[in-house]
């Protein structure tokens, strides 16, 4: 990926959906039992060379309501060294609000 892409809004936006779906994705996964070469998730972070380097799970359900990503680009300017990504559900962020 060039730095171009990197400072373009839309690709940047194009990759935290992409981060934000892996982790629908990842806890679809863990619902269905799906590991190693059988799970769907990594194409989602691998494709803009991040690594999952944690995932958050709530002590409640045991679902996975968010992640962290770890960049596999060298650090410069135009990148970050990890992302943040929470895909709040309407049900989450009513239990979180009250």
């Not at 990759?15 to 990842?26: F, M, N, T």
Request: with cysteine; aromatic share 14%; hydrophobic share 35%.
């Amino acid at each position: 990926m060039s730095n171009d892409n990197r400072t373009n809004p839309d690709h940047r936006r194009s990759v935290a959906a992409c981060l934000v779906q892996g982790v629908y994705i990842l806890e679809r996964d863990r619902q269905e039992n799906r590991q190693a070469s059988k799970a769907l998730v990594p194409p989602w972070w691998n494709f803009f060379r991040f690594d999952l380097h944690s995932q958050l799970i709530d002590d409640v359900d045991s679902c996975i309501f968010g992640a962290i990503y770890k960049s596999k680009h060298p650090p410069s300017q135009n990148t970050l060294s990890y992302v943040y990504r929470f895909p709040w559900h309407v049900n989450q962020r009513q239990r979180f609000l009250t």
